[in-house]
């Protein structure tokens, strides 16, 4: 999944300089040309903060005298052929980043090395279990976390107060404040909610105990049509009615950050940490300034936020990797709690790291405050190879959701888009 993570950490208050270490872009692993080995690591562009990096090789090298780590920056444009490339070749890279809704495709293809004797030595008991699952697959284990990311409901504070509205804790009292922002001022939008923001939608679905999709036998089908996923649309449609959003648009078209919420009339929307220090730079750029105040998507009852998407990354080691014994070990350190504790410092927590034990004390009132609130309630898409292809354009779960808001029957729509999701997760 692409992000834009040098803006999430931005918005936490404090600007971490994000670059690769060692060499520059490309490249295999195998052997160094020197006496001693290398392990070559591939991370993206804007996930790895250079001196936590820098942290985690020096620690490595010292236990290991004569290895050198190659650090090298892939960019998300094109990088799941590049991958695909290099992991079918006999010197890949030893540890590689993927995206946690790629892990799943890599690992059935052969790529990734099984991982699921090495449990212990990574602390897998640790990991946030709203994680772990994009990092397995048929009961084994074939990547480490490493972090994720997830949304939270940004508002304005002076329309909130205005309107005598508090930070809802459960979804009456959020429903219960939007219409009172209604009642307050007709030229306000209580909710900025695009129809096709799947993403905040699939959060409703796991409340309700469902899923997008669901194994059945050995087969994966599409289950929109379920009374779960049919209750989590209707509340999806209640909130979706206090918006003037186009229903046939996600949050990118347009962009919500930057081309909505700087025009002012938008009370609350729901968005990421790099959104929302989009929106507060174009604020800032315009001449103005932003008062924006954060709150979890609220639960079905106060003791538990509601669900969200946890978009993030994962770390893997090749399975052709010519160092497996050495990779294995950077992994492990590297996704441990000791360096998974200074990730989460030098991101300033805007991202949730691995291990909840490992998670930055955030500034009171922040972005990543609200969003460390709902990290033991994260949650993944399906994690069956099949799914990348339920995502491709044009998204069937993004038609649905137009669809009901545009008066067809919940039910009926989620028949002929279960459908279309089944059709495509039994695609290779």
């Avoid at 060692?22 to 991370?43: H, M």
């Avoid at 309107?163 to 306000?188: C, F, H, M, N, Y």
């Amino acid at each position: 999944m692409k992000r834009k993570l040098i803006a999430a950490i931005g918005v936490a208050g404090m600007m971490v300089g994000i670059a690769a270490c060692g060499s520059g872009d490309g490249g295999s692993g195998g052997k160094s040309s020197g006496d001693g080995k290398s392990v070559t690591v591939w991370v993206m562009d804007g996930s790895a903060p250079e001196d936590w990096m820098a942290g985690v090789n020096k620690e490595f090298e010292a236990k290991h005298p004569g290895v050198k780590v190659k650090v090298e920056k892939q960019q998300w444009n094109g990088i799941q052929e590049k991958l695909t490339t290099a992991l079918s070749e006999d010197t890949p890279p030893d540890v590689v980043e993927l995206g946690n809704t790629q892990t799943a495709g890599y690992a059935v293809t052969g790529g990734l090395a099984d991982l699921s004797g090495d449990k212990a030595d990574l602390g897998y008991d640790a990991w946030n279990k709203g994680m772990v699952p994009a990092a397995e697959l048929d009961g084994k284990l074939y990547a480490a976390p490493w972090y994720a990311a997830s949304r939270v409901v940004v508002y304005d504070k002076k329309i909130f107060k205005k309107a005598g509205v508090k930070p809802p804790q459960t979804r009456d009292e959020w429903v219960a404040g939007l219409e009172k922002i209604k009642k307050s001022d007709s030229k306000i939008q209580p909710l900025y909610l695009p129809g096709q923001s799947w993403y905040v939608y699939a959060g409703f679905v796991w409340d309700e105990g469902g899923d997008l999709a669901a194994r059945d036998g050995e087969q994966w089908k599409g289950s929109l049509s379920s009374p779960e996923a049919v209750t989590a649309m209707n509340f999806y449609k209640k909130l979706q009615s206090f918006s003037s959003a186009p229903k046939d648009k996600d949050e990118a078209t347009p962009q919500q950050s930057t081309d909505i919420v700087p025009k002012g009339g938008v009370a609350s929307w729901i968005g990421l940490g790099w959104e929302a220090g989009g929106a507060i730079a174009a604020i800032e750029k315009a001449g103005d300034k932003a008062d924006f105040g954060y709150f979890p998507v609220p639960g079905k009852t106060a003791d538990k936020p509601g669900s969200v998407f946890l978009g993030g990354s994962n770390l893997a080691v090749a399975e052709r990797s010519q160092n497996k014994d050495l990779a294995k070990e950077w992994l492990a350190l590297a996704a441990g709690k000791d360096q998974m504790t200074k990730y989460a410092k030098a991101t300033a927590g805007a991202l949730l790291p691995n291990n909840d034990a490992a998670q930055f004390e955030p500034e009171a009132g922040s972005f990543a405050e609200a969003m460390a609130k709902s990290a033991s309630v994260g949650e993944v898409t399906p994690v069956t190879p099949g799914w990348a292809n339920v995502e491709t354009e044009p998204n069937p779960i993004k038609d649905y959701m137009t669809k009901v808001l545009k008066g067809e029957d919940v039910k009926k729509a989620g028949e002929a888009a279960d459908k279309v999701i089944t059709e495509r997760l039994g695609q290779e």
